[in-house]
């Protein structure tokens, strides 16, 4: 299916590696102009070269730490100088680190909340207008399966990405009919942190080998594995295109059907 985002031009934040990087590709692949986002100057080149090895349109590297607001707001402009505007913003983030409730600090719930959220919220202000200018302008939000159904010892996904989703649907009103807005809620997909999570599975003799234990990983989905990320990421191009013109205001899972919520 021909998307009809060729020549549009695209920020994905963290995405230098994971499901933004996925997004990234999926995007160029259909001619999209894409900036790749990451932390440092060796995964922003690392994760350039991964995306234009399928690219059709131009990609751009550009470094930012998504808690820094001067970061975010160079990133936008950036965008916007390479490409002449703006028509998507995927955005993405890291986790949080994983614990129980009574482990975790204010630190902890501050720093999260300076992530998963406020990331969000200054990159999407900085992008609003360009986003307004275009001819359809998309923001997708990638989050987690978490805000549906809470995951043992995730204390702070679990609450804090739910102000990702309230934001999502506020901006699907307030910011239409010029943008729209949706979020991907992602279960597990074979990531570099889920390969790596494989590989020290292996190296204890939890598994007989990386392919045994990709295969447990799988169990209890529905579909009998756990996802690949480019699955994922051609979701996010849809939702970024007009072929999904009149999608709006939606937090689809992409989890095989694990959940368990009706909603």
Known sequence: MDLDIE????????SSSGLGQASAKALAREGANVVVNGRSDESVAEGVAAVEEVATGDVVGVKADLTEKEDIE??????????????????????????????????????????????????????TEHLQAGDGGTIVNITSRSVKEAIPSLVLS?????????????????????????????????????QDLIDQGVERGEYDSYEHGLEERGKGNPLGRIGDPMEL??????????????????AVPIDGGAGSSNL
């Not at 409730?101 to 909340?113: I, K, M, Q, S």
């Open 158 to 194: 679990n609450s804090v990405r739910m102000s990702v989703i309230g934001l999502e649907k506020t901006l699907s009103t307030e910011l239409a009919p010029e943008v729209r807005a949706n979020a991907v809620l992602p279960g597990p997909h074979e990531t570099s942190r889920i």
């Open 74 to 127: 160079n990133l936008v402009q950036t965008t916007v100088d390479e490409f002449g505007g703006l028509d998507h913003l995927v955005t993405s983030a890291g986790g949080p680190p994983s614990g129980p409730f009574l482990d975790t600090t204010d630190e902890d719930w501050y720093d999260a909340y300076d992530l998963l959220v406020m990331s969000v919220v200054r990159t999407v202000r900085e992008a």
């Open 7 to 14: 020549g549009n031009a695209a920020l994905v934040t963290a």
């Open 233 to 250: 990421g051609d979701t996010v191009a849809f939702l970024s295109s007009p072929k999904s013109g009149y999608i709006n205001g939606t």
